[in-house]
């Protein structure tokens, strides 16, 4: 068993597809958090941590961000999503959750939640 907890080497092929398959919502999210461009903090797509993939992570602030569509409505989901948040958290991730539509509904209000849960002083 793999001892690294970021991005092993079992999950590369699954993340690769993944990120070459990003959701219509992935892509416009990215398309405000790639190169650095939400106040200097680098994220990271598709980004495992232990057996988990994350949408995004922030390395620096420790923060995942997922996007959610209306299958995480199903109680078995919410309930898996549950224990993934917990077992990030022991970890020191923190986790914020968005629906896809705010995406593109309220992409500002995503952003200025996004840097709401920013600890680090900007770069």
């Known amino acids: 068993m793999e001892n690294r907890i970021h ?17 219509p919502a992935e892509v416009r999210l990215w398309s405000f958090l790639q190169n650095s461009q939400l106040e200097g903090r680098k994220f990271r797509r598709q980004h495992s941590v232990g ?7 922030c ?30 958290q022991t970890l020191g991730i923190r986790v914020i959750r968005f629906w896809n539509r705010e995406i593109f509904s309220l992409p500002e209000f995503v952003l200025d939640q996004i840097k709401a849960n920013f600890q680090q002083k900007p770069q």
Request: hydrophobic share 30%.
């Open 59 to 88: 390395p620096s602030e420790k923060l995942a961000i997922e996007l959610d569509g209306n299958g995480h409505l199903q109680p078995s989901v919410m309930a898996y999503d549950e224990y993934r948040t917990q077992y990030l």
């Open 51 to 57: 057996n988990y993939i994350l949408d995004f992570y």
């Open 7 to 23: 991005n092993r080497t079992s999950l590369k092929k699954f993340r690769k597809d993944l990120r070459n398959n990003l959701t």
